[in-house]
């Protein structure tokens, strides 16, 4: 609702706008706690991560107490390197409606960047209607489009990679507050291996998140068992 094209995955406008959202709910309240905790799901649990790596120096003045996030969007621009003209069809419009909000998000956060270069005229037209459309809408437009039908050249050619790396690379330090990530074996929507990497690359770097598998759980599924862990996980920050 706010103008612009909205900045998806971009991870650190997401975690500035969960911060400012407490600090204006302050401003309006000062009744309220300076605790707080951050708490996503899907591109809100890749926000929920983005929000912990930094909340603590961006927000010194209020009590940050960690986060949770389950089916985290992570590794993105990773799984984008594998997209060219000539990869095989992915029938999944979800899949397809989302490549075209990651590639407004990188537009959005790098205007200078010629991401025209590599879409074809569809490609161009989708990108044009995830502008104004929901998730819903935009994936029935997106039906029978596959990843590859979008593309003019690889995403792995050029720019595109460093680019949209600067804008959704999760970081894989920083945390200072426990942070708990769920993710379910049956998710499609952020599929559980781009999460296992994620986990991997952090415990390389130093950081060691409370991570919860939940088997045979799909996106929304997994969060809905997550919470019989989260919930006591968040009362313990609370304590």
């Known amino acids: 609702g706010t103008p612009g094209v909205h900045a998806y995955l971009d991870g650190r406008a997401e975690a500035h706008a969960a911060i400012d959202m407490v600090r204006a709910a302050h401003a309006v309240d000062d009744s309220l706690a300076p605790k707080w905790v951050a708490i996503g799901q899907s ?81 161009k037209q989708l990108v044009i209607d995830a502008q104004t459309l929901c998730f819903a809408p935009l994936a029935e437009r997106a039906a029978g489009v596959s990843l590859n039908q979008l593309v003019s050249r690889p995403l792995a050619d050029g720019d595109f990679v460093p680019t949209a790396r600067s804008v959704m690379d999760v970081p894989l330090t920083g945390y200072d507050r426990p942070l708990f990530i769920g993710q379910g074996t049956n998710d499609t929507d952020v599929p559980a291996p781009l999460t296992a990497k994620l986990v991997a690359d952090m415990a390389a770097a130093g950081t060691h998140p409370e991570v919860h598998v939940y088997v045979g759980k799909d996106h929304s599924g997994a969060m809905l068992a997550s919470l019989a862990d989260s919930v006591p996980f968040v009362a313990r920050l609370f304590s």
Do not use: M, W
């Open 43 to 123: 591109q809100g649990g890749g926000a929920a991560v983005f929000t912990a790596s930094l909340a603590t120096r961006y927000a010194p003045e209020l009590d940050y107490r960690g986060a949770v996030a389950t089916g985290p969007a992570s590794n993105i621009v990773d799984a984008a390197t594998l997209i060219g003209p000539h990869t095989p069809p992915i029938g999944s419009s979800h899949i397809t409606a989302y490549a075209t909000y990651v590639f407004n998000g990188v537009k959005a956060a790098r205007p200078d960047f010629d991401l025209d270069s590599y879409l074809t005229p569809l490609g």
